[in-house]
């Protein structure tokens, strides 16, 4: 599920600067933009190394903002480093124990560890986010609970929301979610193959098959060995 970043006000009121000047204001003197321009530098790039030095230097220079150790933690998430992460969201939640942004992504790392409390603790603080139904809906399909995963996702266009509704044995909504799927990585192929076969489309099975692996070749091994597809030709996929 998507994790939050903190909220930021960028009106020309407060940035006052072109988006040239910020960057170029950040790489000779960070200390000379204020919190506001540094994160929004940080949007500016989709490098996700030059975004964790930005909300380093967001977190160095405005110590007493939690924002700017939410966000470094959110980049330290997604490269993998799931304790940097939760350090820094503690460090977050201690600045500002009411943001529900930064109680909504430790719930998400309380998911990675497997900490069902801690996570069902952190999300119930995290109510009026938009993203927290797709991180409920994570957490009720670990649990077992597939209807309330389904409630919980409602209309996102996801993956694990497609899950959900593929083991709620939804085959038209998770057609239609997969289908919405802004940009279909490798699981969301794999996940119309398996609508194939649970509809018996023996086209969609093959044609998505090969898209996933061609996107990710260790499904090959995963497709020949899924139960999913004992009645399908799939070795030489």
């Known amino acids: 599920p998507r994790l939050r970043y903190s ?3 960028a009106s020309i009121d407060v940035i006052g600067k072109s988006d040239a000047e910020i960057n170029q204001a950040f790489d000779s003197n ?4 204020t919190i506001d ?8 790039t989709d490098d996700l190394n030059r975004k964790k030095s930005i909300y380093a230097a967001a977190a160095k220079n405005y110590p007493n903002d939690y924002r700017g150790f939410n966000d470094l933690g959110m980049v330290l998430y997604q490269q993998g480093d799931f ?3 939760l350090s820094n969201f503690k460090k977050a939640a201690s600045i500002n124990p009411s943001a529900p942004e930064v109680q909504m992504n430790q719930g998400l790392v309380a998911l990675v560890n497997n900490d069902f409390k801690a996570a069902n603790q952190a999300f119930g603080k995290a109510g009026g986010i938009p993203e927290l139904g797709s991180a409920l809906g ?32 939804d085959y038209s909504k998770a057609k239609s979610t997969l289908s919405a799927i802004q940009n279909p990585d490798a699981t969301t192929y794999y996940l ?3 609508l194939g076969a649970r509809t018996n489309n023996e086209q969609m099975v093959t044609s998505n098959l090969r898209q ?17 597809f004992a009645r399908f030709n799939v070795s030489n996929l």
């Not at 399909?141 to 694990?160: R, T, Y």
């Not at 692996?213 to 060995?225: C, G, S, W, Y």
């Open 192 to 194: 119309m193959a398996v």
């Open 7 to 9: 909220r930021l006000t």
């Open 138 to 169: 994570v957490y009720y399909l670990q649990q077992g609970d597939v209807n309330a995963a389904v409630k919980a996702f409602g209309n996102d266009k996801s993956n694990n929301a497609a899950l959900a509704q593929l083991l709620s044995k």
């Open 37 to 44: 321009e540094i994160l929004y530098a940080a949007t500016l």
């Open 30 to 33: 960070p200390s000379s933009l």
């Open 83 to 85: 304790d940097g992460a």
């Open 212 to 228: 996933a692996i061609k996107l990710d070749n260790k499904l090959a091994k995963q497709a020949a060995n899924d139960l999913e």
